[in-house]
């Protein structure tokens, strides 16, 4: 273990594992409560379009990714308020889109493309200093509004019917909570990749929900199960040689059926 924390590639992966999980577990925990997973995978997945027309145009692909991930989480939220029939429908139209925009624009651009790959697959090991001031960033913005709004989110994460009776901004705080899902998934994308952002966001938080009622509580015990899985999945696949952002996610998804089972025992025994 002391071989490990000797590269600096690896302290680099560490701390970004750190900072991933407080945005994962807060913002994860919000999604899920809400229900907001499948609006959570069309953001993820159209924000490849943002990663291939940066490559294109030989911008940052992070820029390329925050612009579509805050466009994609407003139209789909706009979508999701407005429209009353066909949201799966039309939110699968924008995922594919999205990815199909990246995909041509990175056909479009010229040479070696390996770099591409790396956000939809995830490259913890590749984050650099700047990744980590971009996440040291994201985690401070979703931890002060959620601090500042944490009564009004959670008054809609469990009844939003109640919640308009009490006459609070409902549509304002759904529009912060989806743009705070776009920066998240700019944010995660650099662990596990495009392709599995909605497993790292919701796994631990769903695991919180079979035990916890209280959603503070969740969030934190969300926040510890990303950093596990995330640290853990790293350590495995350095020692065994396999791609970090997949061992970080099946990690996660054996460690959620084997949550499945335990609650599904602990609901059989006798009180």
Known sequence: MA??????????????????????????????????????????????????????????????????????????????????QRQDTLIGVMWAIGMAIGIIFADMTPGYKADLMSYLFGSILAVTKTDLWLMLGVDILVIALVAVFYKELQATAFDETFARVRNLPVDLLYLILIALIGLAVVMLMRVVGLIMIIALLTVPAAIGTLFLKNMRHIMWLATGLSLVFTIGGLVISYFFNLTSGATIILFSGVVYLIALVVHRFCQRCPK
């Open 3 to 84: 071989e490990l924390l000797s590269y600096g590639f690896m302290q680099n992966a560490l701390i970004a594992a750190v900072l991933v999980s407080l945005a994962a577990g807060v913002i994860g925990t919000l999604v899920v409560l809400k229900r907001m997973v499948f609006i959570s995978g069309g953001v993820a997945h159209t924000a490849y379009g943002g990663v291939g027309l940066a490559f294109y145009l030989g911008v940052n692909p992070v820029l390329g990714a925050v612009t579509f991930s805050l466009l994609a989480s407003f139209l789909m939220g706009y979508i999701q308020r407005q429209t009353r």
